[in-house]
């Protein structure tokens, strides 16, 4: 067998097992995605942003000084240790433009020709993405139980958009597992529909834990692995207990709701924000009309007010 075609067959064999993974467990991990290389200038392009932070902050007074010449694992770790509550725990202004990310990591092309696999269609990147930064002893970057399409249909709605099915992307820029708050993902959470979630912080919060009957799994990652994972599973983290940062990216690819790795949302509650979409113009008309009616009434207490004060008058 002539090596292009093997290495297609191992290619088609690794696809069908994601495919075959996000459909039945909701999420895939796919090892040695990214090259190391695309990692590197990731890295840098934080390093570099790391250093602008700092410096700002220690001229401001905000950090003891910049902490130079520290990893990037290492720097902002050390430079808010007594703190670290106060530190930054996403850097996507910093990365809107980078290449690294938007061009190198987002756009792989191994990663875009396996969900173009999935999906028949050339991927779209969609627009939301993070780049996080969890460091030691801080809470703000523990995500609760929760599904993604909680969060992209609130951000959806707020664009006045309609909310868009995704396939989130996660790739960890050093090594993670749980001793560094990796992705716990409940297998099979996804076939479920989608659960209420209430705020909870910064954050959306399933109210319901995943069942217990569901597998916790988490994958402990290597940098140029990537997890894919539905916008339906359950997924947290937890606390980062290493002394260094753990660095990552997420982002996410557009899917259309026929898709096979596309999980339906409970047709219940379909219907239900169809009742609640439906009534919001009628609530408004209804509140238009009372506002006429109000101003109407006002209207004639004024001109029987008026009358009566002339009359008076008189
Ligand atoms: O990066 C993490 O710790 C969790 C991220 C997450 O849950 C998400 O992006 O939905």
């Not at 770790?77 to 703190?83: D, E, F, G, M, N």
């Not at 990591?105 to 993405?129: G, M, N």
């Not at 399933?206 to 339906?232: C, I, K, Q, Y």
């Amino acid at each position: 067998m002539a090596e292009g075609e093997a290495a297609a067959r191992l290619r088609s064999s690794e696809h069908e097992r994601v495919r075959s993974e996000l459909e039945t467990r909701g999420f895939a991990v796919c090892r040695s995605m990214l090259p190391l290389s695309s990692i590197a200038r990731a890295r840098q392009h934080l390093e570099k942003a790391v250093d602008r932070h700092l410096q700002r902050a220690a001229a401001r007074g905000d950090v003891p000084h910049s902490f130079a010449g520290l990893s990037l694992e290492e720097r902002i770790a050390a430079a808010y240790r007594t703190s670290p509550e106060q530190a930054p725990t996403s850097w996507v202004a910093e990365t809107r433009t980078s290449l690294a990310f938007q061009g190198m990591l987002f756009r792989d092309a191994q990663l875009c020709a396996l969900v173009e696999t999935l999906t028949s269609r050339p991927p779209v990147v969609a627009s939301r993405y993070n780049v996080r930064s969890k460091l030691p002893g801080s809470t703000n970057a523990n995500f609760p139980w929760h599904q993604d399409h909680a969060f992209f249909r609130m951000q959806y709605l707020l664009k006045k958009q309609a909310a868009k099915r995704l396939l989130a992307a996660w790739a960890p820029l050093v090594a993670v597992s749980e001793a560094n708050g990796a992705v716990e993902l409940a297998a099979g959470s996804h076939t479920r529909g989608f659960a209420k979630h209430t705020r909870s912080g910064a954050f959306m919060a399933a109210e319901e834990p995943p069942s217990s009957a569901l597998e916790r799994v988490v994958p402990s990652l290597n940098p140029g692995d990537v997890l894919l994972f539905t916008d339906l599973t359950l997924h947290r983290s937890g606390p980062n207990l290493l002394p260094t940062v753990r660095w990552s990216a997420d982002w996410a690819y557009e899917l259309d709701p026929s898709d096979s790795i596309c999980p339906p949302l409970a047709v219940h509650l379909l219907r239900n924000e169809q009742a609640t979409e439906e009534q919001a113009p009628l609530q408004l008309r209804n509140t238009r009309s009372r506002l006429l009616l109000a101003a109407c009434a006002a209207l004639v207490t004024t001109s029987v007010a008026m009358l009566l004060q002339k009359r008076i008058r008189r």
